[in-house]
């Protein structure tokens, strides 16, 4: 079965650090995989996605994401964490038709 | 402006008086779907539609019905709440399915009492 796991409920940084938010995955085939961002009393965005390519893909707001095949993950990352960046960030995996998503890693950033 | 509403954004009802969840977007997209997102759960799929007339069930239907009768509207509803459908609850779209960006609406807080 397809499914995707964020082993942090909070990440805490302070501004200026960078930070990584984590995500691992299982499926079977190639991977689609996605992450989405929900700031307070609102929807949720899209960030960025990998499909195929580059193991690096950049995305919103100054962030990337690695895939990493041989370790099943697709951490998200920033080489400069923002206080504006607080927020609970979602990592999804494509189950066609449908997304699954984990259960999302509240991100703190103190000033 | 693009964007997917949903009306209302909070509602407090009872056990078993039925209600209706609108959702609608003005990007002409095909694909729409409904979540509900829970504390330690994230977010999961309750049905999604491809397009008009064609929908089908995610991983939580249980309770729920939906109906795509025009492209841009997709309803949720709730023939007899209970309890246990106490969520947030999310409306997204996308172009051509769930490999386009999903386009989310604001939230819907429901509370069953």
């Known amino acids: 079965a397809q499914s995707v796991a964020q082993p942090e409920d909070q990440v805490n940084v302070a501004e200026g650090n960078p930070l990584t938010v984590k995500c691992t995955y299982s499926?079977?085939?190639?991977?689609?995989l996605f992450w989405y961002v929900q700031y307070p009393n609102r929807g949720l965005q899209f960030l960025l996605k990998?499909?195929?390519?580059?193991?690096l893909v950049k995305g919103s707001y100054g962030f990337e994401a690695e895939f990493n095949k041989s370790q099943t993950s697709f951490h998200l990352k920033k080489p400069s964490a923002l206080v504006s960046d607080s927020a609970l960030y979602f990592c999804?995996?494509?189950?066609?038709?449908?997304?699954?998503f984990g259960q999302g890693t509240t991100l703190q950033v103190k000033p | 402006e693009a964007q997917v509403t949903q009306n209302p954004r909070y509602l407090i009802t009872v056990t078993g008086k039925k209600l209706t969840v609108t959702c609608s977007q003005n990007?002409?997209?095909?694909?729409m779907s409904w979540y509900r997102q829970d504390p330690g759960l994230g977010l999961r799929q309750i049905y999604y539609?491809?397009?008009?007339?064609?929908?089908d069930k995610g991983d939580v239907p249980e309770g729920y019905k939906v109906s795509r009768k025009e492209k841009r509207n997709f309803p949720l509803i709730l023939e007899s709440p209970s309890p246990n459908q106490t969520s947030l609850y999310f409306c997204?779209?996308?172009?051509?399915?769930?490999?386009?960006?999903?386009?989310f609406g604001p939230g819907t807080r429901l509370t069953v009492l």
């Open positions: 997204a779209s996308s172009l051509g399915g769930v490999t386009d960006t999903q386009y």
């Open positions: 539609s491809m397009n008009v007339e064609v929908t």
């Open positions: 499926v079977s085939g190639n991977p689609y």
């Open positions: 999804a995996v494509r189950a066609a038709p449908k997304l699954i």
């Open positions: 990998y499909i195929t390519g580059d193991n």
């Open positions: 990007m002409n997209h095909e694909y």
